[in-house]
């Protein structure tokens, strides 16, 4: 078991520069979660899909954010025009039945987004 | 307001002692799920424990344990036997499940272990 698997594991972008991350879920995780990391804020949820569909996305800033989950192996995030406070650690994370007792989420090494 | 509490930014104990990591969380629903997770130096955030809430026993998972205290919303983590590589930020997180908008994990800022030798 290969875990969750994030790429890149670093990305260093211009402002205004367009950036995507990407994940791949454990094999036969339903439920995918993007969450970012910063040192003032601590680890905040953007947005997580079951089985695909968009379930939360209440955690995104509005306008420059997206994520998508175009199959069950993949999910990525984009971000438009990245400003400096873009500038974190980007997780995504995979439960195996989020809506029922397996629960637990398992994450990935993180992709550390640097905007200058 | 904070959902989920961690009062201790740094901790720091000698090697093979216990050690507890407060924690303490708000929430309305009457099921409710409880998480425990480790960041390691090179950034990896590691599941440990869990406990469900409607479960009384105190979950134990090799040497790592929680003080379960539902009354005061209250669950601690205990590590017994530390090792240095306990060092570590520590997370705890909450998951309600019947509350709106909140059917995620919802992180405390953590509590960083420092094991002496």
């Known amino acids: 078991n290969a875990g969750v698997i994030q790429t890149p594991r670093h990305k260093v972008t211009g402002k205004g520069q367009e950036a995507t991350l990407w994940c791949e879920p454990i094999s036969g995780h339903s439920a995918v979660f993007w969450y970012r990391q910063t040192i003032v804020q601590g680890l905040e949820f953007l947005t997580y899909?079951?089985?695909?569909?968009?379930i939360d996305d209440s955690g995104m800033p509005k306008e420059r954010f997206s994520a998508q989950m175009p199959n069950q192996s993949h999910s990525t995030l984009k971000i438009q025009s990245t400003q400096p406070q873009d500038s974190a650690v980007y997780l995504c994370?995979?439960?195996?039945?989020w809506g029922g007792g397996q629960n637990t989420l398992y994450f990935g090494a993180g992709t550390r987004l640097s905007v200058l | 307001a904070q959902k989920v509490t961690q009062t201790q930014t740094s901790i720091s104990v000698v090697e093979k002692t216990t050690v507890t990591m407060d924690c303490v969380y708000e929430?309305?629903?009457?099921?409710?799920?409880l998480f425990w997770y480790k960041q390691t130096a090179s950034g990896e955030i590691v599941f440990l424990i869990r406990?469900?809430?409607?479960?009384?026993e105190n979950a134990t998972v090799g040497h790592y344990s929680l003080n379960f205290q539902k009354p005061k919303s209250s669950i601690g983590l205990i590590i017994t036997a530390t090792q240095i590589e306990d060092s570590a930020v520590y997370f705890c997180a909450m998951r309600e499940p019947y509350t709106e908008g909140a059917d995620r994990l919802t992180f405390g800022k953590g509590t960083q272990l420092i094991i002496q030798p």
């Open positions: 899909f079951r089985n695909q569909a968009p």
């Open positions: 406990q469900d809430s409607y479960k009384k």
């Open positions: 929430t309305r629903d009457s099921s409710y799920f």
């Open positions: 994370a995979s439960s195996l039945d």
